[in-house]
């Protein structure tokens, strides 16, 4: 029969998740489109956990999935209503990024 080795009192974890804090302030992102302000939050402060579900669909839906979660459902539900040439949403997703100091690969920026 083995025993499992009990752990010390004094070190109950290994890594302490709630501890860990952003290397960055994570400000929102504010944009005019249609003669309107749309907010997008910092890339980082987004759920991974939809993120990944969105990339499942691929980049598209990576990009897409981004969005949604970025403004909220509501906010990116108005925001779809409006025709978006490609160009913009280029220079959009690109403007986000380096607001989020990351490049077009989603690697961080030279500081």
Not at 67 to 83: D, H, L, N, R, V
Request: some cysteine.
């Amino acid at each position: 029969m083995t025993t499992t080795k009990r752990r010390p009192d004094d070190q109950p974890f290994d890594f302490n998740l709630d501890a860990a804090q952003p290397d960055a302030e994570l400000t929102p992102w504010v944009v005019q489109w249609n003669s309107r302000r749309w907010t997008f939050a910092h890339m980082q402060s987004l759920d991974c956990w939809e993120l990944l579900a969105s990339a499942r669909k691929g980049e598209v839906g990576a990009m897409l999935g981004s969005f949604q979660t970025g403004m909220g459902k509501a906010e990116f539900a108005e925001f779809e209503k409006i025709p978006l040439p490609q160009y913009k949403l280029k220079a959009l997703f690109k403007g986000w990024l380096e607001h989020c100091g990351l490049d077009e690969d989603g690697n961080p920026l030279p500081s």
